[in-house]
């Protein structure tokens, strides 16, 4: 089993910046991917940016420019610099790891952290 726990969150206005980390830990034999999703009350949960193991990155259009996604392979650690924060930022932010459990394994299974609250004022 893998456990992802998600840390950084908090208030901060308009503007401002946060920084989010996430640690994976458990039983597995590799991460593939590492990623970052939210979910506003009311609404879906959508992607906010990925990092595969190759440094390959996704973002969604609403923060390019703003956030920075990275990660560091020897601490199993996916970050979050988020900058310039609007008020529709806010969201619970979650943590997700695409990950192979044990070597020769062709498929993946995906893990989810508990999330981390982010609200920007206005």
């Known amino acids: 089993q893998v456990q992802l726990v998600e840390s950084g969150g908090g208030l901060v206005q308009a503007g401002g910046s946060l920084g989010l980390s996430c640690a994976a830990s458990g039983s597995f034999f590799s991460i593939n991917a590492m990623g970052w999703y939210r979910q506003a009350p009311g609404k879906q949960r959508e992607l906010v940016a990925t990092?595969?193991?190759?440094?390959?990155?996704n973002y969604a259009d609403s923060v390019k420019g703003r956030f920075t996604v990275s990660r560091d392979n020897t601490k199993n650690t996916v970050y979050l610099q988020m900058n310039s924060l609007k008020p529709e930022d806010t969201a619970v932010y979650y943590c997700?790891?695409?990950?192979?459990?044990?070597?020769?394994?062709?498929?993946?299974?995906?893990?989810w952290g508990q999330g981390t609250q982010v609200t920007v004022s206005s």
């Open positions: 997700a790891a695409e990950v192979r459990t044990r070597l020769g394994q062709l498929f993946t299974n995906n893990f």
């Open positions: 990092i595969t193991s190759g440094g390959r990155i």
